[in-house]
């Protein structure tokens, strides 16, 4: 069964908040807890573990190890996805080192890209950066199908089409865009212009 | 009138893609072309320029200078919101770039915060980065209302209490959390590692 975009987005969440629980020997935790802590409701919470056939006492809580077992199960990926960052700038680096740095990160990042000779044929944290014209060829041997974008300037079309072509399926934009994605294509915009405008004229609206 | 949280991305969108054809003489655009570019129904894009009070000729479609300028209108803020980066690692680094090299961002960063000493009294872009404890003072001082949380550590509840204490209405989160905040406060979630969980799991069911 393929779950709910939503719910998967939650199971990863509580995932985060439980892990800071697990090295207790014996600890339960209750859906009100949890769903105070990602402000939402504790009846989705009950509904999102009975989604992957965990049922926990709703008398004593959660047993947390219990629960983080079954949201493993869910989540886990048995060989591990495969990642590249495009535009290996200040902004490549530190989020190959955000990623990196996370032990239970369900991804890998074989080979980033860039076009500036200066950034290429070099490793960041032993991952090495190769010209992006080698793209369709590296992306296609690895098996990699997400790319996180992380150049800045706005005319990436023609990159993000490339980049399909060679077997990406889904893209973490961090670019000003715009641009185009067929629909099947799971595409998350994480860009911090468009969202700074949104929050200054929420604020200034106060 | 306040407009509506999606209006608002959409408007900021819209001005985006506006800005790329801009330095022609005299262009048009139609909803459609907008709408396609952001996957969106014209309907809704032409109801949105409705909603700021903008009309162009559907014929025709609309002239972009003066769309901008309807636009620009609605969304830029007197003053200038201000907005502080908390950790001034790698990441923080690059997100202060990233932003001071918009130049029509309409937030202003007067300074940041770090709790290491290698990191603190120093200047990142003409930007001071102070130790967090001062934090209260200077947030205060400047007038910050914005915090873009910058840190690796899961353990930020804390620091984000602190932050809504010295004024901060909305924050933008890229650290693993997870945290608590009041209702009133606008809270944008960039979490890259459960984006990357949610993404593994979704190629993973193909």
Redo the contacts between chains.
């Keep these: 069964m393929?779950?709910p975009?939503k719910t998967?987005?939650r199971l990863?969440?509580y995932?985060?908040?439980l892990?800071?629980y697990k090295h207790l020997e014996e600890s339960y935790i209750f859906s009100h807890d949890l769903a105070?802590?990602?402000?939402i409701n504790p009846v989705q919470v009950r509904r999102d573990f009975m989604l992957i056939g965990f049922s926990g006492s709703s008398r004593n809580g959660y047993r947390v190890n219990d629960l983080m077992d079954y949201i493993d199960a869910t989540?886990t990926?048995?060989k591990?996805?495969k990642?590249t960052i495009i535009g290996m700038?200040?902004?490549g680096?530190?989020?190959l080192?955000?990623?990196s740095?996370?032990p239970v990160?369900?991804?890998m990042i074989p080979a980033t890209f860039d076009i500036d000779p200066k950034k290429t044929n070099k490793k960041y944290l032993d991952v090495s950066c190769y010209d992006l014209t080698r793209a369709p060829e590296l992306l296609t041997k690895y098996n990699i199908?997400?790319a996180?974008i992380a150049i800045?300037t706005?005319d990436v079309q023609e990159i993000v089409d490339s980049l399909l072509i060679s077997g990406i399926?889904?893209i973490?934009n961090?670019s000003?865009?715009?641009f185009?994605v067929p629909?099947n294509i799971?595409l998350?915009d994480?860009d911090?212009?468009?969202?700074?405008?949104?929050?200054?004229?929420?604020?200034?609206?106060?």
Tied chains: 1, 2.
């Design positions: 393929k779950l975009a998967v987005e990863s969440q995932r985060r908040i892990h800071s105070k802590l990602l402000k989540l990926i048995p591990g996805q990642a700038g200040e902004l680096r530190a989020l080192k955000h990623i740095s996370n990160c369900p991804v199908q997400i996180i800045v706005n399926k889904s973490i961090f000003a865009g715009p185009r629909d799971y998350k994480f911090i212009r468009t969202t700074l405008e949104e929050i200054s004229y929420f604020i200034s609206q106060e």
